[in-house]
């Protein structure tokens, strides 16, 4: 069984920073790419960042741009999400996914597996 649990979220003032986690487990996580997606309320769920699974590319969404990394550790089965002077507008669930194949996706229907979540809220 596939898990995808994220970690990390919480409240946080405009201008601050949150780290998002993602464990997997029951694949071969060094077979899938990672990615990041978001749903802020009332809005269909979007990209935010996805990595490759050897980790050596990287995709953003523009709304992300020089605000953030994503990172992974195939020996812990670990993609983190590091979010840099957030804004009210990145406030949202945030969600990893997991898909297989060489490529760094940007699509939704690249991906087989999904975590259930994690919420961040950015105040102003």
């Known amino acids: 069984q596939v898990q995808l649990v994220e970690s990390g979220g919480g409240l946080v003032q405009a201008g601050g920073s949150l780290r998002l986690s993602c464990v997997a487990s029951?694949?071969?996580?060094?077979?899938?790419?990672m990615g990041w997606f978001r749903q802020a309320p009332g809005k269909e769920r979007e990209f935010v960042r996805a990595?490759?699974?050897?980790?050596?590319?990287?995709y953003y969404a523009d709304s992300v741009k020089g605000r953030s990394t994503i990172s992974r550790d195939n020996a812990k089965n670990t993609v983190e999400l590091q979010m840099n002077s957030l804004k009210p507008e990145d406030t949202a669930v945030y969600y990893c996914?997991?898909?297989?194949?060489?490529?760094?996706?940007?699509?939704?229907?690249?991906?087989?597996?999904w975590g259930q979540g994690t919420q961040v809220t950015v105040s102003s």
């Open positions: 996914a997991a898909a297989p194949g060489l490529g760094a996706f940007v699509r939704e229907y690249n991906y087989a597996y």
């Open positions: 029951g694949l071969t996580f060094s077979n899938y790419g």
């Open positions: 990595i490759n699974r050897s980790g050596d590319r990287t």
